[in-house]
T-cell receptor, first 112, second 113 residues
């Protein structure tokens, strides 16, 4: 069973740039969620995709967008990067609502 | 909206002693409750969950948690702490449908040899 994998592991960007983070979900999981974890904080929900449709969104501006592909892998795109976007971005997949989320190791984004 | 409170930023315990990491929640309806652990530079690992049934839930690595509906609590426990248990612990709650899993801010557990 292949777990959740995220790429890249680390990324450094400049303010105003755009970034794409990628996630491969665990085999058999059709739901992908993205979370932002700032230093010393708990993960904050960004959005969730189920069968290629966004079906939940947290309190993040529209410059945070995403995609889910037919193989249930996913992308998180962030436009017009700001310094406060520096964080660990976590992807998690699950089989059904209420079942445990399985997390990848995250992408550490630094915006300078 | 659902929320989770972890009142302690840090818990220190001696190796071999019992440990408790506290969590209280607020949610309308019946909660699904979870505990996750995070090691440095890693994602979150699932420890255990409560959905229904027995109030004492057993999970991975000897951890257990007790659901208390009247106190809206879901404290994480272990009878005998190990140094390797030192990590960041997150409590999380899920309500139903398309609502997301909401996490607390985390509690750093330090087990001292």
């Amino acid at each position: 069973e292949t777990g959740v994998t995220q790429s890249p592991t680390h990324l450094i960007k400049t303010r105003g740039q755009q970034v794409t983070l990628r996630c491969s979900s665990q085999s058999g999981h059709n739901t992908v969620s993205w979370y932002q974890q700032a230093l010393g904080q708990g993960p904050q929900f960004i959005f969730q995709y189920y069968r290629e449709e966004e079906n939940g969104r947290g309190n993040f501006p529209p410059r945070f967008s995403g995609l889910q592909f037919p193989n249930y892998s996913s992308e998180l795109n962030v436009n017009a990067l700001e310094l406060d976007d520096s964080a660990l971005y976590l992807c998690a997949s699950s089989a059904t609502g209420g079942s445990p989320l399985h997390f990848g190791n995250g992408t550490r984004l630094t915006v300078t | 909206a659902q929320s989770v409170a972890q009142p302690e930023d840090q818990v220190n315990v001696a190796e071999g002693n019992p440990l408790t990491v506290k969590c209280t929640y607020s949610v309308s309806g019946n909660p699904y409750l979870f505990w996750y652990v995070q090691y440095p530079n890693r994602g979150l690992q699932f420890l255990l969950k409560y959905i229904t049934g027995d109030n004492l839930v057993k999970g991975s690595y000897g951890f257990e948690a007790e659901f208390n509906k009247s106190q809206t609590s879901f404290h994480l426990k272990k009878p005998s702490a190990l140094v390797s248990d030192s990590a960041l612990y997150f409590c999380a709650v899920f309500n139903s449908g398309n609502t997301p899993l909401v996490f607390g801010k985390g509690t750093r557990l330090s087990v001292i040899a």
